[in-house]
């Protein structure tokens, strides 16, 4: 934990400045969240209905203090919040610190806000009483690791909130001067919506901040800067957003949306609840983080979306259920997609990065949401064969003479699609094909009707029905003996049994002498072997179907060896290892690596005279 801190505050954070800014961050969320209780329980505010943060400066004690009267937290809610540095995964923030030194993007993003106290306090001295609670708490820490929890003496703690007491160092008794506060509260958190005060002595309090929700101002207002500080205010980033969406909707339902696209992935992105980071406000009154305003595949997108006229009282059980969020929910997504399809087309730089960080985040939506499949389409990006970035419409309109589908290749990695040998005949025949790599993609384009009247069709499930697409160079081949190959495919069958389902003669295949292809009513390879590795499904790799190169020469000389001798113990031998060697092409693990070792190291002891 000692050595944790220490990482955290000599190489994250390269502006000390910040640690008011996560302060002032933590009390505006606890007084956020005071309100929206205080809808069910008005009690909760009773005598101290001004909510505010209040920082207080003290020379001569050398302490700075940030206090709110917000929901305050129990002791064991001290415990939870502040004793688990890093929540969200520390070995994951280790790592990234050491390879990012310095770099004040991490900030926010594994739970470490509040400990950027430490960068310019020796000691850190937090009371808190939860509002309506008897009793408050002092939680204590050095910043070396380890922290003590105690009952708060009745006349130093708040009758309601925090107040978080920093003991600073004496390289950081600047913090203390007014204007120097006045300064970082007015580049980082003049959007607060709470009135953040500057208490001098017993009587001098003034508001430092502007205090109003910065959704509510007009856009004009709003200069690029302050954009930037309010998406690192909801989002922990530092980062400028690659795209920010601001709007008023009127008319039947009435709402601002002030939305950002981030320039780099949350940490949270593949978390497995797949929840939306939007913070759902009713009139200014902060109502939940997780409203679900966007469907899970725009779960990147962060930001607040303020509604004029929804109840609130409302439930996160009934936001479930709720016809007008159910609206708003319908018009925000469509708009998003729409924001995304314009930045799409006139920014090619941003778009290159937004679909680099996201674009296997959006490929869900495809699975997910029929209705707004058409729109995806518009905005999802490919690598294929011979370009990258390509979109369905660019792929379509360079088909080749005779083709009817849509042909994709999904592997596990892009090397591994580009070596593929079921590409070869498609290459030949200078066919386009999609190479999809992201572990979604196996999944939703199973489902999908095809693309502008054009199914999308596997290069590896089936037979390639290439014959009716013109060669761009013919090959030079030698004469395949069809009775000969006929014989050895017949041959195969008999060696191989049940380890495949079916042995033919490959369309697909120019320079390969063989590889394996699911059948026509088999579910894709790739789709049945991941599936198989989860285990919650009764799916099993099934047996492939081998295809041979009837041009190649290996395959020449084997079937006229099977013409020759038939059933041979030599071609019996021979049909293990063709198998094998195209599970090897294929990625797979070969049945026996010790057989096949074995094998391989007689023929090369026969091919030079061992």
């Given at each position: 934990?000692a050595?944790?801190?220490?990482?955290?505050?000599?190489?994250?954070y390269s502006?000390r400045d910040v640690?008011l800014r996560?302060?002032?961050?933590?009390?505006?969320?606890?007084?956020?969240?005071?309100?929206?209780?205080?809808?069910?329980?008005?009690?909760?505010?009773?005598?101290?209905?001004?909510?505010?943060?209040?920082?207080?400066?003290?020379?001569?004690?050398k302490?700075?203090?940030?206090?709110?009267?917000?929901?305050?937290?129990?002791?064991?809610?001290?415990?939870?919040?502040?004793?688990?540095?890093?929540?969200?995964?520390?070995?994951?923030?280790?790592?990234?610190?050491?390879?990012?030194?310095?770099?004040v993007?991490?900030?926010?993003?594994?739970?470490?806000g509040?400990?950027?106290?430490?960068?310019?306090?020796?000691?850190v001295?937090?009371?808190?009483?939860?509002?309506?609670?008897?009793?408050?708490?002092l939680?204590?820490?050095?910043?070396?690791?380890?922290?003590?929890v105690?009952?708060?003496k009745?006349?130093?703690?708040?009758?309601?909130?925090?107040?978080?007491?920093?003991h600073?160092?004496?390289?950081?008794l600047?913090?203390?001067?007014?204007w120097?506060?006045?300064?970082?509260?007015?580049?980082?958190?003049?959007?607060?919506?709470?009135?953040i005060?500057?208490?001098i002595g017993?009587?001098?309090?003034?508001q430092?901040?502007e205090?109003?929700?910065?959704?509510?101002?007009?856009?004009?207002?709003i200069?690029?800067?302050?954009?930037?500080?309010?998406f690192?205010h909801?989002?922990g980033?530092?980062?400028?957003?690659?795209?920010t969406?601001?709007?008023?909707?009127?008319g039947?339902?009435?709402?601002?949306?002030?939305l950002?696209?981030?320039?780099?992935?949350?940490?949270?992105?593949?978390?497995?609840?797949?929840?939306?980071?939007?913070?759902?406000?009713?009139?200014?009154?902060?109502?939940?983080?997780?409203?679900?305003?966007?469907?899970?595949?725009?779960r990147?997108?962060?930001?607040?979306i303020?509604?004029?006229?929804?109840?609130?009282?409302?439930?996160?059980?009934?936001?479930?259920?709720?016809?007008?969020?159910?609206?708003?929910?319908k018009?925000?997504?469509?708009?998003?997609?729409a924001e995304?399809?314009?930045?799409?087309e006139t920014?090619?730089?941003?778009?290159?990065?937004?679909?680099?960080?996201?674009?296997?985040?959006?490929?869900?939506?495809?699975?997910?949401?029929?209705?707004?499949?058409?729109?995806l389409?518009?905005?999802?990006?490919?690598?294929?064969t011979?370009?990258?970035g390509?979109?369905?419409?660019?792929?379509?309109?360079?088909?080749?003479?005779?083709q009817?589908a849509?042909y994709?290749?999904?592997?596990?990695?892009a090397?591994?699609?580009?070596?593929?040998?079921?590409?070869?005949?498609?290459?030949?025949r200078g066919?386009e094909?999609?190479?999809?790599?992201?572990?979604?993609?196996?999944?939703?384009?199973?489902?999908?009707?095809?693309f502008?009247?054009?199914?999308?069709?596997?290069?590896?499930?089936g037979?390639a029905?290439l014959?009716?697409?013109?060669?761009?160079k013919e090959?030079?081949?030698?004469d395949?003996?069809?009775?000969?190959?006929?014989?050895?495919?017949?041959?195969l069958?008999?060696?191989l049994?049940?380890?495949?389902?079916?042995?033919r003669?490959?369309?697909?295949?120019?320079?390969?002498?063989?590889c394996?292809?699911?059948?026509?009513?088999?579910?894709?390879?790739?789709l049945?072997?991941?599936?198989?590795?989860?285990?919650?499904?009764?799916?099993?790799?099934?047996?492939?179907?081998?295809?041979?190169?009837?041009?190649?020469a290996?395959?020449q000389?084997l079937?006229?060896?099977?013409?020759?001798r038939g059933?041979?113990?030599?071609?019996?031998?021979?049909s293990?290892?063709l198998?094998?060697?195209?599970?090897?092409?294929?990625?797979?693990?070969?049945?026996d690596?010790?057989?096949?070792?074995?094998?391989?190291?007689?023929?090369?002891?026969?091919?030079?005279?061992?």
């Amino acid at each position: 934990m000692a050595k944790l801190l220490q990482l955290m505050v000599h190489s994250v954070y390269s502006d000390r400045d910040v640690f008011l800014r996560e302060l002032i961050s933590n009390a505006a969320d606890a007084l956020d969240k005071l309100r929206y209780e205080a809808i069910a329980e008005p009690d909760l505010m009773a005598g101290d209905a001004e909510l505010a943060i209040t920082i207080t400066p003290d020379k001569t004690a050398k302490t700075l203090t940030v206090a709110d009267n917000g929901i305050g937290m129990s002791q064991a809610e001290l415990i939870d919040n502040l004793g688990t540095i890093a929540k969200s995964g520390t070995q994951a923030f280790m790592e990234q610190a050491k390879n990012d030194k310095g770099d004040v993007h991490l900030i926010g993003q594994f739970g470490v806000g509040f400990y950027s106290s430490f960068m310019v306090a020796a000691k850190v001295e937090v009371i808190s009483r939860n509002a309506g609670a008897p009793e408050a708490s002092l939680w204590t820490s050095d910043g070396s690791g380890t922290f003590t929890v105690a009952p708060a003496k009745p006349e130093t703690a708040p009758k309601r909130g925090t107040s978080i007491i920093l003991h600073l160092k004496d390289d950081a008794l600047e913090f203390l001067e007014d204007w120097k506060i006045e300064e970082v509260v007015r580049a980082y958190s003049d959007h607060v919506a709470h009135p953040i005060r500057l208490s001098i002595g017993s009587e001098t309090v003034r508001q430092i901040n502007e205090a109003s929700a910065i959704w509510t101002r007009p856009k004009a207002d709003i200069t690029p800067d302050q954009y930037k500080e309010f998406f690192g205010h909801i989002t922990g980033a530092y980062s400028d957003p690659a795209l920010t969406l601001h709007y008023k909707a009127e008319g039947r339902h009435e709402y601002t949306v002030l939305l950002f696209v981030p320039g780099e992935k949350p940490f949270d992105l593949y978390d497995p609840e797949r929840r939306g980071r939007q913070k759902l406000y009713v009139r200014r009154i902060f109502i939940t983080n997780d409203a679900e305003l966007l469907p899970p595949y725009l779960r990147f997108v962060r930001g607040v979306i303020d509604s004029e006229d929804m109840p609130l009282n409302i439930s996160r059980e009934m936001l479930q259920h709720n016809p007008q969020v159910a609206a708003i929910r319908k018009a925000v997504t469509n708009k998003v997609l729409a924001e995304l399809k314009k930045c799409f087309e006139t920014d090619a730089k941003k778009a290159d990065d937004i679909w680099a960080a996201f674009g296997p985040v959006i490929k869900e939506g495809l699975y997910e949401d029929m209705e707004r499949r058409d729109q995806l389409y518009e905005i999802v990006r490919f690598n294929t064969t011979k370009r990258e970035g390509v979109t369905l419409k660019d792929y379509v309109s360079d088909l080749r003479q005779n083709q009817t589908a849509i042909y994709y290749l999904t592997a596990e990695d892009a090397q591994k699609a580009k070596a593929s040998p079921q590409l070869e005949g498609f290459r030949a025949r200078g066919i386009e094909v999609l190479l999809l790599t992201d572990a979604v993609d196996s999944f939703w384009v199973r489902m999908a009707l095809g693309f502008d009247g054009k199914p999308f069709k596997s290069v590896t499930q089936g037979a390639a029905d290439l014959d009716l697409i013109a060669l761009e160079k013919e090959a030079p081949k030698g004469d395949a003996d069809e009775a000969a190959t006929a014989t050895l495919i017949a041959v195969l069958k008999q060696s191989l049994g049940d380890s495949v389902a079916d042995v033919r003669k490959s369309s697909r295949l120019t320079d390969s002498p063989v590889c394996l292809v699911a059948g026509d009513g088999a579910l894709d390879r790739t789709l049945e072997k991941l599936l198989a590795r989860q285990g919650t499904t009764d799916v099993k790799v099934s047996n492939p179907v081998l295809e041979i190169n009837a041009g190649h020469a290996l395959i020449q000389s084997l079937a006229a060896t099977a013409k020759k001798r038939g059933a041979c113990p030599e071609l019996g031998e021979a049909s293990g290892l063709l198998l094998d060697l195209a599970r090897v092409m294929d990625g797979e693990r070969v049945a026996d690596p010790v057989k096949f070792a074995g094998t391989v190291s007689a023929l090369m002891q026969k091919a030079f005279g061992a």
